[in-house]
């Protein structure tokens, strides 16, 4: 596992189970079997280390929505997946997500909520898709409705997640929403929600180009040799000179995509790719 992964998924155990104040970097470094000083390598401070846990979380969970839109792009089932998707990331940091809610330190909070608008923007973007290849019929003017309607049910079915200790029935529990959506996008006609609203407050900056070409080199340095690490050396040369046809570079990127080490980074890298 690649060190600061390592580093980041302890700390997250260690903040869901006692609280992000009360955990030491002290206690992060023991359970990681690394000194302070390779903790310092990776992270300048506690503070940094919480916001590349929200990076980390929130680059997977938009490579995982691109992943279904991807393979669904056809089905009836693509909304479907999108739910499941969304509330098995809940489920399994649910912990985490109330902890950060409760006991986020103030130093972090403003630059938090902007990664979030940012991801929340990405996400946005993709349910705009979703919904154009679940309901094809729907009128024009609809479509940022639907996809605010898909927002709430999304933050209010998260109470599920939040509020109680019974294991929920995802699959029951996503049929169910599906067709609540399904009912209010062929029965409805008024529209009162403009595109832009959905966008309000995201900040759709990029990572850079010299700041995703950092990320690369640092991966590779720590990446054992194999198909991902070719993949990355590969796309990191067409970020500089672009010659790759498209479904090539389609083609690297999903090998990242399947290993954990670097699924996380296609978010980062795709806006500078022709993919």
């Known amino acids: 596992m690649i060190k600061k992964q390592l580093i980041m998924e302890n700390a997250l155990e260690l903040f869901a189970k006692q609280g992000i104040e009360a955990t030491s970097i002290q206690q992060i470094t023991e359970r990681s079997g690394?000194?302070?000083?390779?903790?310092?390598?990776?992270?300048?401070?506690?503070?940094?280390?919480?916001?590349?846990?929200?990076?980390?979380?929130?680059?997977?969970?938009?490579?995982?929505?691109?992943r279904i839109v991807k393979e669904y792009s056809h089905s009836s089932e693509l909304l479907y997946h999108y739910f499941y998707t969304m509330f098995s990331m809940f489920e399994q940091h649910a912990d985490f997500a109330k902890v950060l809610m409760m006991d986020l330190p103030k130093t972090v909070s403003e630059t938090l909520f902007k990664r979030l608008h940012y991801f929340n923007g990405l996400v946005v973007d993709k349910l705009f898709t979703i919904v154009d290849v679940q309901f094809p019929t729907l009128q024009s003017d609809m479509r940022a409705d639907i996809v605010h309607v898909i927002r709430g049910l999304i933050g209010i079915y998260t109470d599920c997640f939040f509020h109680t200790n019974e294991r929920v029935d995802l699959h029951h529990l996503c049929t169910s929403i599906v067709e609540k959506v399904t009912v209010l996008a062929e029965h409805t006609t008024i529209p009162s929600v403009h595109k832009s609203h959905l966008y309000r407050n995201a900040e759709l900056e990029e990572r850079s180009l010299d700041e995703v070409q950092q990320l690369i080199e640092q991966l590779e340095q720590e990446l054992p040799a194999g198909i991902a690490r070719d993949s990355l050396a590969l796309l990191a040369k067409e970020l500089s000179e672009p010659s790759l046809p498209p479904a090539v570079v389609e083609g690297l990127?999903?090998?990242?995509?399947?290993?954990?080490?670097?699924?996380?980074?296609?978010?980062?890298?795709?806006?500078?790719?022709?993919?």
């Open 34 to 66: 690394i000194s302070k000083g390779a903790f310092y390598l990776s992270f300048k401070s506690k503070e940094e280390l919480i916001l590349a846990i929200v990076d980390y979380f929130m680059a997977n969970t938009v490579a995982d929505i691109d």
């Open 253 to 275: 990127l999903q090998n990242l995509y399947l290993t954990k080490e670097t699924k996380w980074l296609v978010v980062f890298l795709r806006p500078h790719l022709q993919a």
